[in-house]
């Protein structure tokens, strides 16, 4: 369990609020809209409203205290400048910050963000591979060059077993698990037998997984 310090209460705001509320996290929830800040107390440990570009107000919350600070403001990119490279000087641990575009991330960086999140970005990469492929069916992003892609079995590897496909040697991709019925199978072996009750979770390359796939 970690102390989390979350600035910033929008749409995306509030998302992570929830998962970290699920995950048994300790939340520090701010925000300059006092409905926002209503609506948000019963999901986290703690809220309160304030101005995040006010030095005084977030020395007041003890921003050394947080394992992790998260600042999500949406619509004002100033603001979410100012907050970051504030939280940083003040001393916070970790500060994760979101971006609208590749620029603000190059400024958000430069100016005391550790991590920077792209969601809109990130949703629009995953969509465009989800929804142009058929047997694509969830897609994760480990870097710029290699991910984790949930996969249909494809026609001439069904009835076949891992180590008869030699997949990693000739694809240099590995199978990860399996998964039938939502629930994941770490225990694959040279011996597993694929067949169409089933998909894969594969890591790899891009280029690598593109080939294999015919993404």
């Known amino acids: 369990m970690k102390n989390i310090l979350l600035i910033g209460l929008g749409r995306f705001g509030k998302h992570i609020a929830l998962q970290l509320n699920k995950l048994g996290h300790e939340v520090m929830a701010v925000d300059s809209n006092e409905e926002r800040i209503n609506e948000i107390l019963p999901i986290v440990t703690n809220a309160q409203i304030g101005d995040s570009t006010n030095t005084e107000f977030l020395k007041s919350l003890g921003i050394g205290n947080f394992d992790v ?27 994760v910050s979101r971006a609208e575009r590749d620029v603000q991330a190059k400024f958000l960086l430069r100016n005391g963000a550790d991590e920077v999140v792209y969601p809109e970005k990130q949703v629009a990469n995953w969509a465009s591979i989800r929804y142009t492929a058929d047997h694509i069916r969830d897609y994760i992003e480990v870097d710029d060059s290699h991910a984790i892609f949930e996969v249909e079995v494809p026609e001439e590897w069904i009835g076949k077993t891992v180590g008869e496909l030699d997949i990693r040697r000739k694809y240099s991709i590995n199978i990860m698990a399996t998964k039938e019925n939502r629930k994941i199978n770490m225990a694959v072996s040279p011996e597993t037998v694929l067949t169409d009750k089933i998909t894969l979770l594969v890591l ?6 593109q080939k294999c796939f015919r993404i």
Do not use: P, R
């Open 69 to 95: 600070c998260i600042v999500t403001i949406g619509g004002n990119f100033q603001n979410s400048l100012e907050t970051t490279s504030l939280l940083k000087e003040l001393g916070a641990k970790l500060v």
């Open 204 to 209: 790899g390359a891009y280029k690598e997984l």
